[in-house]
């Protein structure tokens, strides 16, 4: 297999790699860089649990080829806390109990950051509609778009 070197930054650190042509973004996380807060769902771009920020945009890590990512800022859920600190978004994840099995919540907090670091105010529509591709099997969806506005309410407030 043709193979390629990439040099990406991940989390703030950075990483030079050489990747086989065909491997994705979820494939270096999860298996070379031990980032496993990154979920495999569906693989085929279905489910959203694969979600990371590429440059602050969600992107489908299933989906991704790393061979294209050179250069890039990849943020994974472990990058969301600073110094110890949850990010507003976990924070209410946590607050409003939007999480239960956690295999979505990755994809749904970091799909989330980007609507808000975008649209601040939200309402309750986008919030849903921006979620659309971010499958849940457990939550009923009502929670964790309530996380999201609360999230929205505390990042308010810190303006
Ligand atoms: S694992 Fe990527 S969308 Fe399901
Ligand atoms: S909390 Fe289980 S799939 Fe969303």
Redesign the pocket.
Known sequence: MKTCDITLFVNREKYAITVPVNRTL?QVLREDLSLMGT?????????????VLMDGQPV????TLAATVNRKQITTIEGLEEDGVLHPVQEAFVEKSAAQCGFCTP?MILKSKALLDKNPTPTTDEIADHLE?N?CRCTGYVKIIEAVEHAAGQMDKNL
């Open positions: 979820l979920k495999y769902g569906c693989g085929t771009g279905e489910c959203g649990s694969c979600t489908l890590g299933c989906l994809g591709g499958i």
